[in-house]
């Protein structure tokens, strides 16, 4: 007697485009896509942006004003996933980012322009967290290892084409262009995404129980986080020209970040607690320490080694190619999760330490290139294995809350990284030379940053 067929047929998961995942598959790669544009095109034109608002010193402010506002609005939108699903959020998130695109492309001053940068932070940290969600709901366990890659190559085209064009938009029209091009790019976004988010909307929803499912108390929390990272980096961007009320203002800002993340976080996670806690913090050391310099590579090459526009950009486009290898590659390896978090912090140390060589005499600018390709590398290799690891180790009902403390800890990493970037700069100086040194400064402490991240990648087991 023979035995069924179906039990010598090995189970085989189901692809990320597959009948029952096309839809939303396409709707969140969309619009990461429309994202990964204008993350790849603003950090190419930022130096023309500085220039012509007469805003070199608030450099570093106008990424970090995107990262606050987002780190604000990850809890909210969590929160919000968690006790009434993903489509509202994820559909707000993307009309608010819209909104800021129109508000800096029409920018006339410095200020006006960091409002628009914390309106699209507000959009982006909503659409992102309902993304996670959305991955953590849609897909069965072992196919989210493989959502999360497409996230990563969602990257590839933007990366590819978007600096050249951002730096030919910008050398022939002026940076406004950049930011209106984008927006038409929501409506065939829009259109895809209808499908995938009814998937969603008549989901049976079980809000958590936990002291991170509290409206009120998450707000309160949220708002301390984001107000005391800024008041942090006013305060440490003011040090070297009024010592006396800056500190203040970092003391307190110090205080009323920590007082927020106790308890938006994780439990133990201030402390490095194996397992969730020391995984979610993961997130913010490897974001801190690639963004803290991916931020500075425009300005010091353009500044320094005299880049155009469009070359400067080319090694935020091999980053993000490195990124999207390495995250395709950590989707089809079977080690130890807390291996590869190391491999790729590790990855992240040595590209570093080689980039700061972009802006010494007598060295080619172009050595950047191969060295934020293995940077990128290594975030796509050790960052989307955090990312997978954080939603193994949550429980379904908090996995909101722990989507959303994963973004609190990526946005706040990069905030601080590039402010206090910034304020570096500000104290050495804005003339050629003194960009160099602040460029091998900021990227001796980020190499120290993600060193770290490798020394303490074995406590996420």
């Known amino acids: 007697m023979t035995a069924p067929k179906a039990l010598d047929t090995p189970h085989k998961p189901p692809g990320i485009l597959s009948p029952d995942y096309r839809t939303a598959t396409l709707g969140i790669l969309l619009v990461i896509t429309l994202i990964a544009f204008?993350?790849?095109?603003?950090?190419?034109?930022?130096?023309?942006?500085?220039?012509?608002?007469?805003?070199?010193?608030?450099y570093g402010l106008s990424f970090s004003a995107f990262l606050i506002a987002s780190l604000f609005m990850n809890v909210v939108a969590g929160l919000w996933a968690d006790r009434r699903g993903y489509p509202v959020p994820f559909l707000a998130g993307v009309l608010l980012f819209v909104a800021g695109m129109a508000l800096a492309g029409a920018a006339n001053s410095a200020g006006l322009f960091l409002v628009a940068r914390a309106v699209q932070g507000l959009g982006?940290?909503?659409?992102?967290?309902?993304?996670?969600?959305?991955?953590?709901?849609?897909?069965?366990?072992?196919?989210?290892?493989?959502?999360?890659?497409?996230?990563?190559?969602?990257?590839?085209v933007p990366a590819m084409v978007g600096p050249a064009v951002a730096g030919f938009v910008e050398d022939q029209w002026g940076w406004r262009y950049v930011f209106f091009g984008i927006i038409p790019l929501v409506v065939p976004a829009l259109v895809m995404l209808v499908p995938a988010l009814r998937m969603g909307a008549g989901a049976d929803v079980r809000p958590g129980t936990g002291p991170r499912s509290r409206p009120v108390a998450m707000t309160l929390a949220a708002t301390a986080t984001a107000g005391g990272a800024g008041l942090l980096l006013h305060g440490v961007d003011r040090?070297?020209?009024?010592?006396?009320?800056?500190?203040?203002?970092?003391?307190?800002?110090?205080?009323?970040?920590?007082?927020?993340?106790?308890?938006?976080?994780?439990?133990?996670?201030?402390?490095?607690?194996?397992?969730l806690p020391t995984?979610?913090?993961?997130?913010?050391?490897?974001?801190?320490?690639?963004?803290?310099?991916?931020?500075?590579?425009?300005?010091?090459?353009?500044?320094?080694?005299?880049?155009?526009?469009?070359?400067?950009g080319i090694a935020l486009t091999t980053g993000a190619l490195g990124w999207s290898a390495g995250s395709y590659l950590q989707s089809r390896r079977s080690a130890d999760a807390h291996k590869r978090i190391r491999l790729g912090a590790g990855a992240v140390t040595v590209a570093i330490l080689i980039c700061l060589l972009s802006v010494l005499p007598g060295v080619t600018g172009w050595i950047a290139v191969p060295a934020w390709i293995?940077?990128?590398?290594?975030?796509?290799?050790?960052?989307?294995?955090?990312?997978?690891?954080?939603?193994?180790?949550?429980?379904?009902?908090?996995?909101?809350?722990?989507?959303?403390?994963?973004?609190?800890?990526?946005?706040?990493?990069a905030a601080l990284a590039i402010g206090i970037g910034g304020a570096i700069v500000n104290v050495i100086g804005h003339a050629s030379a003194q960009i160099a040194t602040g460029f091998v400064v900021i990227s001796v402490l980020m190499a120290a940053v993600a060193l770290s991240a490798t020394l303490l990648a074995g406590r996420t087991r």
């Open 279 to 312: 995984t979610v913090m993961m997130r913010g050391f490897f974001s801190a320490a690639f963004f803290g310099v991916n931020s500075f590579i425009p300005l010091a090459l353009h500044e320094v080694k005299s880049f155009e526009t469009t070359a400067a």
């Open 124 to 156: 982006g940290g909503a659409a992102i967290v309902a993304l996670y969600v959305m991955i953590a709901r849609v897909y069965p366990t072992e196919v989210r290892p493989k959502a999360f890659a497409a996230v990563s190559a969602a990257w590839v």
């Open 374 to 413: 293995l940077g990128g590398f290594g975030m796509g290799f050790g960052m989307t294995t955090v990312s997978v690891t954080a939603l193994q180790q949550s429980p379904v009902e908090e996995q909101g809350a722990n989507s959303a403390a994963l973004s609190v800890t990526d946005q706040l990493g």
């Open 38 to 58: 204008e993350g790849m095109s603003v950090g190419v034109v930022m130096p023309a942006v500085a220039k012509e608002l007469d805003a070199l010193d608030l």
């Open 239 to 275: 040090l070297h020209t009024h010592p006396v009320p800056a500190g203040v203002e970092t003391v307190v800002g110090l205080a009323a970040l920590v007082y927020g993340l106790y308890w938006l976080l994780p439990a133990r996670a201030l402390r490095f607690a194996r397992g």
